[in-house]
């Protein structure tokens, strides 16, 4: 299972999870974890810790267009994430980091499977994330 499809998974059970330091953290009935999901959560835990933040500074940033941006004051540019700022492997490289990439994926994935409906003035984006 990836990453995109535990938290969909997750989201459709009512389910959230948070980062508290190096922890995860369950918010809603833990009850409703499947065992596969929950040794699904340990496997993918080192990912989660990175992607979990980042996926929920996408998810404040919703004016005046969804952004999708894990941190509002990112520099960007060459060199730079220019998501939530962080460096790339490369000084001339850009675009998303691969933490910021998968967590986009997530946002959409989750924002389908939590029933959003996503409208920017007259249109439904909702499409987009299926
Ligand atoms: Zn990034």
Redesign the pocket.
């Known amino acids: 299972m990836r990453v995109p499809e535990l938290l969909a998974a997750i989201t459709g059970a009512g389910i959230s999870l948070e980062v508290d330091g190096n922890h995860l953290r369950v918010r809603g009935r833990a009850s409703r974890l499947t065992d596969e999901i929950r040794s699904e959560l340990v496997r993918l835990k080192p990912v989660l810790l990175d992607v979990l933040p ?1 996926l929920a500074g996408m998810r404040i940033h919703t004016e005046p267009v969804p952004t999708a941006k ?1 941190a509002r004051e ?1 520099p960007g540019g060459p060199g730079r ?1 220019f ?4 460096g790339h492997d490369h000084p001339h490289a850009y675009g ?2 691969v ?2 990439a998968l967590a986009l994926d997530c946002y959409y994935v989750t924002l389908h499977a939590s029933g959003t409906v996503m409208v920017v003035g007259d249109k439904d984006l909702t499409a987009v994330a299926q």
């Open positions: 980042r894990s990112a994430c998501s939530c700022g962080d998303r980091c933490w910021c």
